[in-house]
């Protein structure tokens, strides 16, 4: 298992993967390159309903720097730069997008065997500042995930969670949306063979007192090919099966089915992802 409780991000994050993870609604194709000199380039595009979007990644690696620069169709060009372990450690991100004057953040994250911290800072005049802690171990670790507002003097988000884990077994609770909505997540390897696991994912809101009950599984039918389904109470069954028919390229389909209306046509959603 992985040494210490990593990021706030974590928490749950296996339940999540395995319950909503490659799920896709739409049409959607990636390709990636690498130049001679090592820069990869990646263009996807996706089409949703009669809406096609697009985009073009350029990654550069030197040292323990990666610089990623992205265009897209509505002429946005978005920048990350990633200094890994600048200090033991320690990770740097500044991200900043053309037009958007306001994008612009640093974040710096920072992991320990027995904590993980990620604070952010918008570069304004009145930024946004993200604070999330995790403390304890890869078995056990609590957390917090809070955003305050310079501008207005608020709290704009204030997150709580818990997780406990051992060798085939994570279970997560936590604690959203300032308080109005609480969420359980499990997740369990039954055949680590067959990459064979199940989860399910409760979510409470206190202010309309509904519950949202999703159950998965997945299971993979040789080396190169998973399958995966989800159900949920409001009736969505969902399926998917994946192969990977060379080193690194996906095909995946999936489809989407409402059990409480059979007469409506069903959903499929296609990904083709290429790499060399």
Known sequence: MVKGPGLYTDI?????DLLYRDYQGDHKFTITTYSPTGVAIT?????????FLADVNTQLKRNNVTTDIKVDTASNLSTTIVVDEPAPGLKAIFSFKVPDQRSGKLELQYLHDY????????????????????????????????SFDTKTGNFTKYNAGISFANADLIAALTLNDKGESLNASYYHIVKPLTNTSVGAEVKHSFSTNENTIT?????????LTTVKARIDNLGKANALIQHEWRPKSLFTISGEVDTKAVDK????GLALALKP
């Not at 046509?265 to 499929?268: D, L, N, V």
Request: hydrophobic fraction near 35%.
């Open 115 to 146: 904590a993980g911290i990620s604070t952010s800072i918008g570069l304004t005049a009145n930024p946004i500042v993200n604070f999330s802690g995790v403390v304890g171990t890869n078995l056990a670790a609590i957390g917090t995930d809070v």
């Open 215 to 223: 159950v998965g599984t997945q299971h993979a039918l040789d080396p």
């Open 265 to 268: 046509s069903a959903k499929f």
């Open 43 to 51: 263009s996807s595009g996706t089409k949703k309903g009669d809406l």
């Open 12 to 16: 749950g994050k296996k339940a999540r």
